[in-house]
Every structure is written in C-alpha cells, then in structure tokens.
C-alpha cells in the first residue's frame, strides 16, 4: 500500500485499513485519465450519503457541551466523528487490474462504527445463514421493563448477562417440560440495548428452531 507523504500508513491512531479498491471494470482509457469503471472516489460512490459520522460531526460537539457525558463516550463521538476524514490522516490505494491510484481518508476500524463494521456484519451473518435447517423458525423477543434501564447503563455486563441467561434458561426449560414440546431446542439470541428512537430499551430477540432436535422421553 502506498502511503501519504504527510501521514502514516494507518493514521495516527494506527488502525488498521481496508483492504486494496477492487479492479476496474475496463482497462481501456486515455493515457492521463482515469479508467472506466473508477469514478474518481474510492469506493464508486456517485453521490454523497448522509452517514453517522456526519451526525456527530456535525452535531457531536454540541450535544457533548450540553450534556453529561462520560469521558469514554466523548472520545467515542470524537473518533467515529473523524472518520474516514483528513482527521485520521490518509493512504493511497491501487487497482490490482489497471494500477490506478487513489486517495483514500483512514477509517477508524472501531468496533462502534457502523461503517467499519458492515463487513465484519455480513460475514457474522453469512455464517448464521449457513447453520440454518430447512425450517420455520419462531421470532421471540423478552423485554426488561423500563423501570430497570438506569440499572442497565450503570450495570451492563452483570445486567445483560442476567438477560441472557434468564431467557436462555426460561426457554429450555419450558420446551423440555412434554406439557409444551418435550425436546431439546437450537436458539440464537442478539441483545439490543435500544430502540427506533435512539432511547435507552434493552431487550433480547431469540430465534428458535421450530423442529425438535432430539426428543427426551416423558414421563
């Protein structure tokens, strides 16, 4: 990877980058220019998109001035706020196929980012979908009441893993009990910590396997 004059190869912060552009679709153009298939932005881009990095770059300083915030969710704001900026510093990348050369603004590879964690995202999905049986699965969502959600900002490993383990328990016991199913179940269980409206609503969604596993024999 070829690198800014005026930065490191992986900012400041020395994270890690994405990985080279993808080859252009032609290989044809005029000596000089840019070849078909690039659109002189990495990543094909024709337009800009709003992202949340522009949310709290544009309004991160001011909503940090006029709350309390700890001091680990304001390096937050900061860091995802900067990235893919000049903030980070920068890096050239090459086509494999046709060695042009662009460049790109770092990203800042935090966990918390949306845009850096879409791949990570997709290859956690494709993972999931290939553990899937030919099925119907059953959608279960258990909420904890409202009345707990300070308890849960302030407590979030001990609260969260209470979560889990009441609903991972409730379940398997209740579909081993013959009154309900009498088997053994496969389940799969994602924690949300909020809502649509961006407010604080802790609540974990499970998906469970319509089909019985292995069947215990009742009494």
């Given amino acids: 990877m070829l690198t800014d004059g005026n930065h490191k190869p ?31 932005r990495i990543g094909g881009a024709m337009q800009k998109q709003i992202t949340f990095g ?15 915030v700890p001091e680990q969710q304001r390096s937050l704001i900061h860091l995802l706020s900067a990235c893919r900026t000049a903030g980070l510093g920068s890096h050239f990348e090459q086509c494999d196929h046709c060695n042009y050369v662009g460049k790109a603004n770092n990203s800042c590879r935090n966990r918390h980012c949306p845009a850096c964690q879409q791949k990570e995202k997709m290859e956690w999905l ?17 909420t904890l009441p409202h009345e707990l959600n300070a308890l849960c ?5 001990m609260m969260y893993g209470l979560l ?14 013959v009154r309900h199913l009498g088997a053994d179940i496969g389940l799969v269980c994602v924690l949300h910590s909020w809502g649509q409206n961006m407010k604080e609503h802790p609540c974990l969604k499970a998906g469970r396997r319509t089909c019985i596993a292995s069947c215990r024999q009742g009494a």
């Fill in 10 to 40: 992986d900012g400041p912060f020395g994270f890690k980058q994405h990985a080279q552009i993808p080859p252009c679709s032609a290989t044809q153009h005029k000596p000089g220019g840019k070849p078909a298939g690039h659109t002189g």
């Fill in 54 to 68: 522009d949310i709290l770059h544009e309004h991160g300083g001011r909503y940090i001035s006029q709350n309390r």
């Fill in 126 to 142: 494709g993972k999931r979908m290939k553990e899937l049986l030919p099925v119907g699965y059953y959608h279960l969502v258990f």
């Fill in 153 to 157: 900002l302030q407590n979030k490993k």
């Fill in 164 to 177: 889990f383990k009441a609903v991972s328990q409730t379940l398997l016991e209740l579909t081993l009990d």
